[in-house]
């Protein structure tokens, strides 16, 4: 008898559920990281695209904010053609997409090609996290998603560590008649394609697939799979009128709107904050961006202690939002230096509460509707990413600062923490 043939069917499982987290999770983390970078990286060449294209404040946040026009437009046509197409080949095509789109940022010449750009990577990029997302579901069993959520959108706060000082180090190179800031896109887009070609050598469509697994995990983890994807099948599905119309997908709409909300101003308006403080280079401005992103990092990892320990999943984020909206505001009293620091603080908050926002709808929302729900709240939620930097932009070429715009993402954070703590849920 075969070692294979002798393994029971649960450890079975067990040793393909570990395979499979050590074969797809690293490579859905450095794809987010790619993403994440194509994503931000304009923040970064904001005075070289004044500097050279006449591209201003406000049609710098006009074109970072389109992006997530695009997004939200196209996801669920995105989420169709998944269906059609399948994860590997949609999560291949659509990075090698993306990846050619970002590359092609560093030859506009006008502010409408900007936008042009900006919104057809949104609408590039749409697919992504749905397409994991649809991935894990046809490879792990319900009780391994959650950790393979939490390990795979680690990658957003690794990209903002390291973002920064990237993009800086890729500003320095000069040569072939392109400026530092167009050598930036082209690389870091160039290498998403190249992460295309990767992705579709490495990934397997369904577990029956993988080589990589021995017969008795493959046809171990294909039933686990498929009988809980047949049990699924088998809910009621609820109508657009419906899932639209259910109040507490229009409360989770505006938390996730109103976190995304403080994250986008911050990610793109950082670095401007940042040189504000006077004398920094390219490569220090970078190191600096760094920091809060680390300082949240330790914060996630805190607050998930501490939910853990003490259950209130609502408190939590409430309290999150809290130190993010007064960070906020006791960033606009002081200088530069101080604004920072209080920055740092208000980046533990609002990245904790993007952390321990996502098991509220998971939890709450009837299952005929969650599936839908939830791509619809990452849909709407990120529009909160065109809101803030567009926002802010106006708000920098009128007042000639960003003070006003920090006040309002103070109430903005603090007004939903209100609302986290009064909402109940009454359970059918």
């Given amino acids: 008898m075969s070692d294979a043939a002798a393994t029971s069917a649960p450890d079975a499982l067990a040793s393909a559920v570990r395979k499979a987290r050590w074969r797809l999770l690293p490579i859905f983390v450095v794809m987010f990281i790619v993403n994440y970078v194509d994503r931000v990286n304009v923040s970064f060449i904001k005075p070289q695209l004044e500097a050279s294209l006449g591209i201003g404040a406000t049609a710098y946040g006009l074109g970072a904010g389109l ?54 990577l949104g609408a590039a990029e749409a697919g992504f996290f749905p397409g994991v997302v649809y991935t894990f579901t046809r490879w792990f069993p319900a009780a391994e998603r959650g950790r393979a959520m939490a390990v795979f959108l680690s990658g957003s706060a690794i990209a903002s560590v390291i973002s920064g000082p990237l993009s800086a180090a890729l500003l320095g190179i000069q040569g072939l008649g392109l400026q530092g800031w ?40 294909t039933a686990a799979v498929e009988s809980e994807r047949a049990a699924a099948i088998t809910r009621p599905k609820a109508g657009l009128g419906e899932l639209l119309l259910d109040p507490r997908l229009l409360f989770f709409c505006w938390v996730y709107f109103a976190i995304q909300l403080t994250i986008y101003a ?34 996630m990892y805190l607050f998930a202690i501490a939910a853990a320990r003490r259950p209130g999943q ?34 533990l908050g609002f990245k904790s509460a993007a952390s321990l926002f996502w098991p509220l709808p998971q939890k709450e929302l009837d299952p005929r509707i969650a599936a839908a729900g939830i791509a619809l ?51 059918a």
């Fill in 67 to 120: 992006f997530f026009w695009g997004y939200a437009l196209f996801e669920v046509p995105a989420n169709l053609a998944l269906e059609r197409m399948g994860a590997r080949r949609w999560l291949t095509l659509i990075a090698a997409v993306w990846g050619a789109l970002a590359a092609l940022l560093a030859f506009v010449r006008t502010a409408e090609e900007f936008y042009t750009l900006r919104f057809l």
């Fill in 182 to 221: 167009q050598w930036m896109v082209l690389l870091e887009g160039i290498f998403s394609v190249g992460m295309a070609g990767v992705l579709w050598c490495w990934l397997d469509a369904l577990p029956a697939d993988a080589r990589w697994l021995e017969p008795a995990e493959r046809a171990a983890l």
């Fill in 266 to 299: 911050v990610t793109f308006w950082l670095p401007e904050i940042i040189r504000g403080m006077g004398g920094l280079s390219d490569l220090q401005v970078g190191l600096f961006n760094s920091i809060p992103w680390l300082i949240s990092i330790v914060g």
């Fill in 314 to 347: 609502q408190g939590w984020v409430a309290v999150a939002l809290i130190v993010a909206g007064l960070g906020m505001f006791a960033a606009t009293l002081g200088g530069p230096v101080a604004g920072f620091v209080c920055i740092c603080v208000s980046a």
């Fill in 377 to 427: 709240i990452n849909s709407l939620g990120n529009l909160g990413g065109f809101v803030a930097p567009a926002t802010f932009g106006w708000i920098k070429e009128t007042t000639g600062s960003v003070t006003w715009g920090l006040h309002g993402l103070a109430a903005s954070s603090l007004l939903t923490a209100v609302l986290v703590l009064l909402v109940r849920f009454r359970r």
